[in-house]
């Protein structure tokens, strides 16, 4: 986490026109709700997971009490979400002078999905209808008075929000006026008046991203020219003309993380580029001049992207750099930080931490640990005195000593390749027994990974005596460009082989009983789960398909507006529906053509108001195996979209996943 960077994040989200209708009648939800299981049939599954378990799902997946802890600017409060006893998570405000808490923000029907500080008196909040991605942006004194939406405007969505330090004014990148594209908006949280920065006209041509400076000035932009080529431009300060710095093919990556204000130079910026490298690295680089003045950091195996620098009161020098490799590794930069990382280094060992919060001044930071055993713990660090206090255990009922390893692998493909990945071990497996595995394919599937740290899913396996396999298939991020790229056009082939190859080497080492493997994932996950009980039926013993993607052609039709100038590297990642043989080819990885072939038991997950993958992805599944005879249990959730983030919700969901694993188990 950056220390002083006041941007409030940017949520790269996707909509469609579904909503949450009056759930009186029927007729008016999303989807078929004929096909979605009773009551009854949920409680059956749930009933499956028997056992003397020392921890419940509710010990893993019942939220903190209480969570992101953040530092005002001044330093004068303590922020933090607290969950009631209806498991609704308000912001609280403490006066850490008086000891005096509030109530800020309030949580009501729909989820508080982030927020933060924008002045040392005022707060923000995000929010979405059911899941549904509408993202409106929301400001509030820290009293809770003075709420305002500074984006009321129906069906649109949010690109990006950044804060300009020391004024009163956000600027966010919103498709207000065409939802196919994005235009900056500057707003006053304080009153919420908006003015148009720029306007965005060429929907063939479109700017898909805008540059900013510290002071809110518009420096560059970049234009996705015909939906292949990136085009960045720079404005001359001279001039105020704004010049072509670079072009470049989509799969490449020439991309401005922040100006250097460290530097008199007012052109230089720090960027990632994998251009003349097949990984990703970070430069220094003059946009006015079009030359790297230096390198600055990169990795021989993995991508490199981030950075963190000071604010204001140490000129904004660099602080560190962080990418993501076989753990999180940070590379400390400044003098500062140096002290900063030597000292939680020598404290937490070998654990993983992170700087969540600061002040202003880096006087006071909230630095965050966690391990593949740990789920985190808030300490509060005091630059002055050099000293840690714990400040809040996000889960102390969950003992490291209880829980199960999270072991890096590596392994070759059948075609050569080195595929990375990670299983997470039960006690039984390291004694020699040979257990139960779960394969969990990631989402994406383009420029994602599996990492490591504590994750609560493979740790409520391994309660259950179950293993998980999560493999880093070819597509996946942060391995390169030519590791990513030898995945296009192969998802529902190469990209299943690599999946495969896992499991294989995961038996081989002797932890894994071939006769009790499942697979379940979300999204491109679930689609993988499909492809994986029709690729290779005999692998499996069961699949769960969460949100999954089972018809590619209705999957692209169903595209929102926001996607449409995607489509074409959409074609060239998947495959272009528009090129006949490609067309077969994906009628040949689109579950729903390939139901003859599922002969194991599947259980469907979705949520209702789904704007990524329709909910018509699951019903279309269950509609044709159940035509076939082959019965499917079914959740729908009509509050959620693209995976479940209400409590009640996701114990339930995973209550009845481990239901139905041991269900198929056992069998």
């Known amino acids: 986490m950056n220390l002083n960077s006041k941007i409030l994040g940017i949520t ?61 600017p001044d330093g004068l409060y303590l922020s933090y979400k607290e969950k009631d006893k209806d498991s609704k998570n308000h912001v609280y405000v403490k ?7 509030t109530k800020a923000l309030v949580e009501k029907d729909d989820l508080i999905r982030s927020y933060g500080w924008l002045d040392k008196k005022r707060l923000f909040y995000t929010q979405d209808k059911g899941g549904n991605e ?26 990006s929000v950044r804060l300009i330090k020391d004024t009163e004014f956000v600027i966010v990148s919103m498709n207000k006026n065409n939802k196919q594209i994005f235009e900056p908006y500057k707003i006053n949280f304080n009153t919420g008046e908006i003015t148009q920065l720029y306007e965005n006209k060429d929907v063939k041509s479109p700017i898909d991203d805008y540059l900013f400076d510290r002071q809110g000035n518009l420096r560059g932009y970049t234009i996705l020219e015909n939906g292949l080529t990136t085009k960045l431009f720079y404005k001359d300060l001279q001039t105020g003309k704004f010049n072509l710095v670079k072009a470049t093919d989509w799969k490449d990556t020439f991309s401005v993380i922040s100006f250097n204000d460290n530097s008199k130079n007012k052109d230089e910026v720090y960027l990632v580029t994998n251009l003349g490298s097949d990984k990703s690295r970070i430069v220094l680089y003059d946009l006015k001049k079009n030359a790297i003045i230096k390198e600055v950091y990169s990795n021989p195996t993995f991508d490199v992207s981030s950075i963190a620098q000071a604010g204001k009161s140490r000129n904004y020098e660099l602080d560190y750099i962080s990418y993501n490799g076989i753990k999180n590794e940070t590379i400390p930069v400044s003098k500062f930080y140096k002290e900063i990382h030597d000292k939680l280094t020598s404290e937490f060992g070998d654990k993983q931490f992170g700087i969540a919060s600061s002040d202003d001044k880096n006087e006071k930071l909230l630095v965050v ?64 027994e040979k257990v139960p595995l779960i394969v969990n394919p990631h989402g994406g599937p383009q420029g994602i990974r599996d990492d490591w740290g504590f994750n609560p899913e493979t740790q409520l396996f391994a309660s259950r005596g179950y293993a998980t396999l999560q493999v880093n298939f070819r597509i996946s991020g942060g391995y390169g460009k030519e590791f990513q790229t030898s995945g296009y056009k192969q998802i529902g082939r190469k990209a299943m082989d690599d999946v495969e190859d896992g499991v294989k080497y995961a038996i081989e080492q002797g932890w894994i009983d071939k006769k009790k493997v499942a697979i379940y994932g979300g999204s491109h996950g679930g689609y993988a789960t499909l492809m994986g009980l029709i690729k290779t039926p005999d692998l499996y013993a069961c699949g769960v398909d969460y949100v999954g993607v089972s018809n590619i052609f209705t999957f692209f039709d169903s595209f929102p507006e926001y996607w449409k100038p995607y489509k074409e590297m959409v074609k060239q990642i998947w495959y272009d529906l528009d090129n006949p043989e490609e067309a077969k080819i994906a009628k040949e990885v689109s579950p729903v053509f390939q139901i003859d072939k599922i002969k194991k038991p599947l259980f469907v997950v979705q949520g209702a108001n789904d704007p990524r993958v329709n909910i018509n992805e699951s019903d279309q599944i269950v509609k044709a195996l159940r035509s076939k005879g082959f019965e499917v249990p079914y959740m729908v959730k009509y509050d959620e979209g693209h995976g479940f983030g209400k409590e009640p919700n996701r114990i339930e969901f995973y209550k009845s996943m481990l239901g139905f694993f041991a269900e198929n188990f056992n069998k």
């Open 134 to 159: 509408n993202i409106h942006l929301y400001a509030a004194d820290i009293d809770g008075k003075n709420l305002k939406d500074l984006t009321p405007f129906e069906g649109i969505t949010l690109n």
């Open 12 to 72: 790269q989200v996707v909509i469609t026109s579904l909503m949450i209708n009056a759930q009186t009648k029927e007729s008016k939800l999303p989807g078929d709700p004929t096909l979605v299981s009773s009551k009854a049939t949920i409680e059956k599954l749930i009933s499956y997971d028997k056992g003397n378990f020392k921890y419940k799902v509710e010990d893993y997946f019942a939220r903190p009490k209480a969570s992101q802890f953040k530092i005002s």
């Open 369 to 432: 640990v966690d391990s593949d055993k740990l789920y985190g713990k808030y300490y509060e660090y005091d630059t002055k005195t050099k000293t840690t206090k714990l400040l809040f255990d996000l889960m102390p009922q969950l003992k490291e000593e209880d829980m199960a390893e999270m072991r890096p692998i590596q392994f070759k493909s059948r075609d050569g390749l080195t595929i990375h990945g990670y299983i997470t071990l039960p006690k039984a497996a390291l004694n020699g």
């Open 95 to 101: 006066d850490l002078k008086s000891g005096k808490i």
